[in-house]
Nanobody, 115 residues
Framework: QVQLVESGGGLVQAGGSLRLSCAASGSIFSLNVMAWYRQAPGKQRELVASITDGLSTNYADSVKGRFAISRDNAKNTVYLQMNGLKPEDTAVYYC?????????WGSGLLVTVSS
């Protein structure tokens, strides 16, 4: 089994920062992709950022220059540093681990950015 546990969400004012963490446990293979998605009310879930086991990254255009994804392979943990937060960043954020054609999801955590 695979379990993903997220932490670090909360309420922050516009222009502030948050750091999300996601720790994976269980049957984790060395070749995988970890990512952060988010879903705002009335919208589909969208990819925020992803990172491969080789540390190749990809970002949504809306967060480039503000967010940074990183990972610690030894701890099977992925992070999302969010700076310069905007009200439109408000959403439920989900951690994802993709390996051998299967996506494993965390339960999600709420990030609220006030103006």
């Amino acid at each position: 089994q695979v379990q993903l546990v997220e932490s670090g969400g909360g309420l922050v004012q516009a222009g502030g920062s948050l750091r999300l963490s996601c720790a994976a446990s269980g049957s984790i293979f060395s070749l995988n992709v970890m990512a952060w998605y988010r879903q705002a009310p009335g919208k589909q879930r969208e990819l925020v950022a992803s990172i491969t086991d080789g540390l190749s990254t990809n970002y949504a255009d809306s967060v480039k220059g503000r967010f940074a994804i990183s990972r610690d392979n030894a701890k099977n943990t992925v992070y999302l540093q969010m700076n310069g937060l905007k009200p439109e960043d408000t959403a439920v954020y989900y951690c994802d681990l993709y390996q051998w054609g299967v996506d494993y999801w965390g339960s999600g955590l709420l990030v609220t950015v006030s103006s």
